[in-house]
Nanobody
Framework: QVQLVESGGGLVQPGGSLRLSCAAS????????MGWFRQAPGKEREFVAA????????YYADSVKGRFTISRDNAKNTVYLQMNSLKPEDTAVYYC????????????????WGQGTQVTVSS
């Protein structure tokens, strides 16, 4: 129902920063709970951050709190994930997802997913 395309991933040094973008089409991102998830090799996909509909309340996993910031630009119909102070442990494929609402950290409630963008933190 909504198509999502991530971009902005790449190779970055420890302590560096990246900003991921999630461009939506077909629907308006402000109508959805929007989330970022990540999946490292050999591990399950885990919650990173989310932003609610309308009011834009944000939620973060403890592992990224204080370092990552999720935001939304309604005019561009795009959700962003600003990642600062990156660590090697942040290396993963990052996915953007949309949900009709509910539990922000429950990946089973998200119905639309992007293809993912690779983030590698290494010297």
């Amino acid at each position: 129902q909504v198509q999502l395309v991530e971009s902005g991933g790449g190779l970055v040094q420890p302590g560096g920063s990246l900003r991921l973008s999630c461009a939506a089409s077909g629907r308006t991102v402000s109508s959805y709970l929007m989330g970022w998830f990540r999946q490292a090799p050999g591990k399950e996909r885990e919650f990173v951050a989310a932003i609610s509909r309308s009011v834009g309340t944000t939620y973060y996993a403890d592992s990224v709190k204080g370092r990552f910031t999720i935001s939304r630009d309604n005019a561009k119909n795009t959700v962003y994930l600003q990642m600062n102070s990156l660590k090697p442990e942040d290396t993963a494929v990052y996915y953007c997802a949309a949900s009709m609402g509910g539990t922000w950290y429950d990946r089973t409630l998200y119905h639309s997913w992007g293809q993912g963008t690779q983030v590698t933190v290494s010297s």
